[in-house]
T-cell receptor, first 114, second 114 residues
């Protein structure tokens, strides 16, 4: 049981390049999330998927797109990377429902945009 | 709208001393509350959560938190700090509705001095 996995762990891009961050979970969770973490700003939600087949914008969606490929996988795409997107990106999942299910986090992707 | 305030972005304690990390929240409905811990270069992991059962919640590694509705607080404590507690701690709130969007605080870095 691997939990939440993310690839790659590290990435360096040049301004204008594109890339896709991959995320997968093996806990049969309905909901999945993408966050970015920047110093002094905590975690900010980029996009989320409440269930398979649905995606919605979070707090900071500009410059990103997502795909909920199936129940297990939720990818984040940067179409034209900018230095402001230098950050640590975390994927998370949760079981859904009305009880206080916690989120489970992946190990993160450290992205630098030059 | 829900929000979380963590007082003190950096807290230093001596090894063996009491750890107190402060969290205040706002929520329009009864909330679910969480504390997560992040060790260097890792993702977040759940320490404990409040889901409207007991107001004093015990978590892993000797941590506990008390939900105080009148003070809208959910402070994290540990009687005796250990060197291994050095990490960043995040308080998070989720409205008790059907969808699992969570709002995180900006985090508190705990330093433990030998």
């Amino acid at each position: 049981n691997a939990g939440v996995t993310q690839t790659p762990k590290f990435q360096v891009l040049k301004t204008g390049q594109s890339m896709t961050l991959q995320c997968a979970q093996d806990m049969n969770h309905n909901s999945m999330y993408w966050y970015r973490q920047d110093p002094g700003m905590g975690l900010r939600l980029i996009y989320y998927s409440a269930s398979e087949g649905t995606t919605d914008k979070g707090e900071v969606p500009n410059g990103y797109n997502v795909s909920r490929l199936n129940k297990r996988e939720f990818s984040l795409r940067l179409e034209s990377a900018a230095p402001s997107q230098t950050s640590v990106y975390f994927c998370a999942s949760s079981g859904g429902g009305t009880i206080g299910n916690e989120q489970f986090f992946g190990p993160g992707t450290r992205l630098t945009v030059l | 709208a829900q929000s979380v305030t963590q007082l003190g972005s950096h807290v230093s304690v001596s090894e063996g001393a009491l750890v107190l990390l402060r969290c205040n929240y706002s929520s329009s409905v009864p909330p679910y509350l969480f504390w997560y811990v992040q060790y260097p270069n890792q993702g977040l992991q759940l320490l404990l959560k409040y889901t409207s059962a007991a107001t004093l919640v015990k978590g892993i590694n000797g941590f506990e938190a008390e939900f105080k509705k009148s003070e809208t607080s959910f402070h994290l404590t540990k009687p005796s700090a250990h060197m291994s507690d050095a990490a960043e701690y995040f308080c998070a709130v989720r409205d008790g509705g059907g969808y699992q969007k969570v709002t995180f605080g900006i985090g508190t870095k705990l330093q433990v001095i030998p």
